[in-house]
């Protein structure tokens, strides 16, 4: 074991933000494929590893998004330990505790993001070193968006999730992530879309420039927004409440929903947008964020 397993190791693990999410068709065992300019933002859960006298696994979470969490058996912290143990022929053992930031079940990928991070973190821990390739191989067998979590970084994601193209620098912006209060159900989500697969248009990386840039997001929509809309109707309040601020840009679902975003040019509009949005609506989780370049 390296030297790294005897201090706690530390891992953020940001929201994963779908800028654009199209489903462009469906394998034949039920997984859709979809094309999407994945971003992250610097607002997350946050992960602490250290090791466990005796060996085993023990996870402890807690934090203000916590409650949904602490009565469930099959957290996929949990499993990517076990994953990543089985892999590398792991004995070691790790005492690991989640601080839940951001809401569950909610289009921003908090869970996969606590996946990859554990993933990371106990990498670190116990010193493994792995190939990318098969680190994000593990990755996709916990879950379709556990290996764009685990790179962190701009791409635009197709197939299932496993295919990864790294997108050019984007342009600095702060998005604002506003959540209602309300978990929405990603099969029913996808059961519930409507109408033919899309296209992925051409170009599929985007280009730079801010002008240029959100012109390019606007003709790229999310194709699971209206199916989330129908099922949870406060997904279109968020959208409209998002889509009147002074100085937003664009606003959208991520993901299956139901946290959606406004794309801001600086921070001071950002955070002037997130604190109107707190004094007119104190029981939505807001978070002004920087997308992470």
């Known amino acids: 074991m390296s030297d790294a397993a005897s201090v706690a190791v530390v ?59 602490l009565h469930q058996h099959d957290n996929l912290v949990l499993a990517a330990a076990l994953a990543l143990g089985k892999r590398a022929g792991i004995s070691a053992g790790a005492a690991m505790t989640l601080t839940k ?44 968006d556990v290996p764009v979590c685990l790179r962190g970084a701009p791409v635009v994601m197709s197939g299932i999730g496993e295919k990864l193209e790294p997108v050019p620098a984007l342009p600095p912006l702060w998005l604002v992530l506003v959540n209602p209060g309300v978990a929405v159900s990603t099969a029913a989500v996808f059961a ?12 599929l990386l985007p280009p730079l420039g801010l002008v ?50 406004g794309l801001f040019e600086s921070e001071a509009a950002a955070h002037d947008a997130a604190e109107a949005l707190v004094r007119q609506h104190p029981d939505w989780w807001v978070a002004p964020a920087l997308l992470r370049a």
Request: glycine content about 12%; some cysteine; hydrophobic content about 45%.
């Open 11 to 69: 891992e953020d693990a940001w929201a994963k933000i779908n800028l654009t999410l199209q489903i462009t068709g469906r394998r034949p065992d039920g997984y859709h494929e979809l094309n999407s300019l994945v971003v992250f933002a610097e607002v997350g859960d946050r992960l602490t590893f250290a090791p466990l006298e005796g060996g085993g696994l023990d996870l402890t979470v807690e934090g203000p998004q916590a409650g949904p969490l």
């Open 192 to 203: 519930g879309r409507e109408g033919d697969f899309s296209q992925a248009p051409e170009p």
């Open 212 to 261: 240029a840039l959100i012109d390019w997001l606007a003709a790229r929509p999310n194709d699971l927004q209206a199916a989330a809309c129908r099922l949870a109707p406060a997904v279109v309040e968020v959208l409209a409440v998002l889509d009147g601020l002074p100085d937003c840009l664009l606003a959208r679902m991520s993901g299956s929903g139901a946290t959606c975003f």
């Open 101 to 144: 930031n951001l809401p569950v079940a909610s289009g921003i990928g908090g869970g996969s993001a606590d996946a990859a991070a554990a993933l990371r973190g106990l990498a670190r821990l116990w010193g493994v070193s792995l190939p990318l390739a098969k680190m994000e191989a593990l990755a996709l067998e916990l879950g379709a």
